[in-house]
């Protein structure tokens, strides 16, 4: 009876709890990864992966490294956290490694040593060349074995052809593609020798052969010990490289290809991508284009193994951006005419290292054939009339017809040149550097440590050429005046190429050439030179002097080996001309003009150049050039040749002089055969026409003369003097009129 009031009273107070207890709790839903209702639960882990699980970690004896952070993983492929890792080695006389933070030591660390000094610290090097497999374990799972290659340290990696597979097991100096790691990756792309270059979009596998002990004997080959090689390109726009050494040509050039293993890079070799060897310039449209209308060109590029490139980035050049700028697209800002040209420049196109300058073509330029464009009306035109002798620049606007105030300038002028913009003008003098606003009308900077005469100004109005005849220097500086290079001589004049990259500079007895990929380059003329005109398309120049020369942009090229060249930069063109004094090409690329006063009637020749363009030649190139008129300027006695000035759409070029005549000498070119020389007579009491410039649009001629001291108008349709204008520019100190012989000017639109 006891028994069953005690059952009683413990079902009454526990059957209630217990009834409580399963109301408020609901027991966590366990999954399983079968779907059943046993096994193992989804988020345990069960699985860990150590990367990089196919190629491994290399390391040098005696050097230490990390395990990177396992990735866990349960049943479904969901990361899972462990709480800790235990790591372990399958021989720590080979790789040891921490147990508790995955720290590698090639050899084995140190334990136990006593003396305070940690577990753990110090990696004592065994020697031993070998691998040895660590794995990461947790929560009752191990990771994947990943290997670990131990090697004696590695002083030089070398890329380069590959050993043949056959070859593999008796060549005593074999590449990386024979070794174990490399066989375990799945590549199928064809091997990479560095003995020709690879087409845009071709891939190729990379093999590099390993040395020990600062040799690259066979006997020092340690390629198979150490692993897993990791390819970096210099430069990732000629080249990709994946994890599996398979590279891939993405534009033309050549970049070194840096090696790395055990964590440490080395310069291995170089990757080349076939430049191109032809660029087809074509207009599908009008070759007269209207303001502001826009017309496509074409372009069409092969490389060495004539394939067609894509994405190439050309320098469109043309000969006269201030009216008709460059580009893939055409659109005339002014009536005008240009010869446009698409250039691959190395820099920005088929770059290379400068000692693989020239090594299957990379590096080098390459020239379009040029398209000529022109764009029909007329412009108004703002005239800029200064003087050697006078303190004043008097600006003129043709399009009100209207004389201008004369400016006062700090210095008297020794030269004159206007940017292409036609927004800034540069006076040179014997002080300073005077810089003119052409459209304040307004002095804006002077540097006075800059006197001289003013040469040239780049076409992209970055940089000026300076000579100082005094200091015996010639300096190229920015247009905010600061100084990017000099070179010691002093110079006479300069010609920049269209692109802005290279000036050619006079200097007598020198000939300086400035590029901004290679500095300078002074080279030793046959005879002094005088004056200098580049070539259209801007492959070259021609120079002036005693015997007229012509020096081409590409380089003759020595092969050194497999691997490097030297070159001779800018070489003779092979041109021996008859003598001038000033000389200027035309934009249609076809003539080269040249006068020469030293008969004292002056003397033109005409020569008819065939100007190579494409890709360079190994030999540099040769300018095919024939003196095909030789005349004499009849009534004109010259003690010099100021200049000689072709119109842009190189109809007709005119002549200047100091001396005596009365008349403008002109020159109309014609292909083939020589031209026609004629002249203008000059109105009123004109003596010589000392300085001249045509308009934008080549309806106009404007010439300054002696004698008269005025600025004559040549209509360039009837080739006659229709009208002066008087600048009145005072002598120093004075009032009487000089000669102005210094003028430039920039387009305007007439106003209505």
Not at 639 to 664: C, E, H, K, M, Q
Request: neutral net charge.
């Amino acid at each position: 009876m006891r028994r069953f009031v005690t059952l009683v009273v413990l079902l009454l107070f526990t059957v209630p709890f217990g009834l409580s207890i399963s109301g408020c709790h609901k027991a966590a839903v366990v999954t399983f990864c079968g779907g059943g209702d046993s096994g193992v639960v989804v988020g345990q882990t069960t699985n860990i992966t150590l990367q990089p699980k196919v190629y491994g970690i290399s390391l040098a004896y005696a050097q230490k490294g990390q395990i990177s952070t396992p990735a866990a993983t349960d049943c479904k492929g969901n990361s899972t956290s462990p709480t800790k890792y235990t790591y372990g080695t399958t021989d720590m006389t080979i790789a040891d490694v921490n147990p508790a933070t995955g720290q590698l030591c090639a050899g084995t660390w140190n334990r136990n040593v006593g003396g305070g000094i940690a577990d753990y610290t110090t990696c004592n090097p065994t020697n031993k060349t070998g691998i040895a497999y660590v794995t990461a374990a947790a929560d009752s799972t191990t990771s994947n074995p990943l290997p670990v290659f131990v090697h004696p340290i590695v002083t030089s990696i070398v890329l380069g052809s590959p050993t043949p597979t056959a070859s593999c097991a008796t060549d005593p100096d074999p590449s990386t593609n024979c070794c174990a790691v490399a066989q375990n990756a799945s590549t199928s792309a064809n091997p990479y020798t560095g003995n020709s270059c690879l087409s845009q979009g071709v891939t190729g596998q990379l093999s590099a052969r390993v040395y020990q002990n600062g040799t690259n004997l066979p006997a020092d080959n340690i390629s198979c010990s150490v692993g897993h090689l990791t390819y970096t390109p210099q430069d990732t726009t000629i080249v990709t490289i994946d994890q599996n050494g398979v590279a891939t040509a993405v534009a033309p050039g050549s970049t070194i290809i840096s090696a790395s293993v055990s964590s440490t890079p080395s310069s291995a070799g170089f990757f080349s991508t076939c430049p191109p060897v032809s660029i087809a310039l074509t207009n599908p449209g009008a070759t007269s284009i209207g303001q502001n209308n826009t017309q496509p060109l074409t372009i069409v590029a092969k490389d060495t193994n004539n394939t067609t490139l894509t994405g190439l980035n050309l320098e469109y050049v043309s000969t006269t951006p201030a009216t008709i700028p460059g580009g893939s697209s055409i659109t005339p800002t002014y009536p005008g005419a240009a010869s446009i040209t698409a250039y691959c420049m190395p820099g920005t196109c088929n770059p290379s290292p400068f000692n693989q300058i020239g090594l299957f073509g990379n590096g080098l330029p390459v020239s379009s054939n040029k398209v000529q464009v022109t764009s029909p009306g007329t412009i108004g035109t703002i005239l800029y009339i200064a003087s050697t002798q006078s303190q004043y620049i008097v600006p003129v606007d043709f399009t009100t017809t209207t004389l201008g105030t004369p400016v006062r300038l700090p210095y008297v002028p020794t030269s004159m040149v206007i940017s292409v913009d036609g927004s800034t003008i540069y006076l040179g003098s014997t002080t300073e550097l005077m810089v003119y606003n052409a459209v304040s009308n307004a002095v804006t900077r002077e540097d006075t440590s800059s006197p001289g005469l003013v040469l040239a100004v780049s076409p992209d109005g970055n940089t000026v050429v300076i000579t100082d005849p005094v200091r015996k220097v010639t300096t190229l500086e920015t247009s905010a005046g600061a100084v990017i290079t000099t070179y010691g001589a002093s110079s006479t004049h300069a010609a920049w190429t269209p692109d802005s990259q290279t000036v050619y500079i006079t200097a007598g007895s020198q000939l300086l050439v400035y590029s901004t990929q290679s500095g300078w380059h002074a080279i030793a003329p046959t005879t002094p030179v005088l004056d200098v005109a580049t070539t259209t398309p801007s492959v070259g120049a021609y120079f002036a002097g005693a015997t007229t020369t012509a020096r081409g942009y590409c380089p003759i090229t020595t092969a050194n080996g497999t691997t490097s060249t030297t070159n001779i930069f800018y070489p003779d063109a092979g041109v021996v001309g008859p003598i001038t004094d000033r000389i200027a090409a035309t934009n249609d690329g076809n003539h080269i003009l040249g006068v020469t006063a030293t008969t004292g009637t002056p003397q033109l020749t005409d020569f008819v150049v065939g100007i190579p363009f494409g890709s360079c030649p190994s030999t540099g190139l040769n300018f095919t050039t024939t003196a095909t008129n030789q005349a004499f300027l009849t009534g004109v006695t010259a003690t010099a040749i100021t200049g000689v000035v072709p119109s842009t759409d190189s109809s007709v070029a005119f002549i200047t002089y100091t001396g005596t005549g009365g008349v403008l000498p002109s020159y109309i070119p014609a292909a083939p055969g020589p031209g026609t020389v004629g002249s203008v007579k000059l109105s009123g009491t004109a003596i010589a026409p000392v300085a001249g410039v045509f308009s934008s649009d080549n309806t106009t001629f404007y010439v300054g003369t002696s004698g008269d001291n005025l600025v004559h108008i040549i209509n360039r349709t009837t080739m006659t003097d229709t009208k002066t204008i008087a600048p009145n520019l005072p002598i120093l100190n004075g009032t009487t009129p000089v000669a102005p012989n210094l003028m430039v000017q920039r387009p305007r639109k007439t106003t209505s």
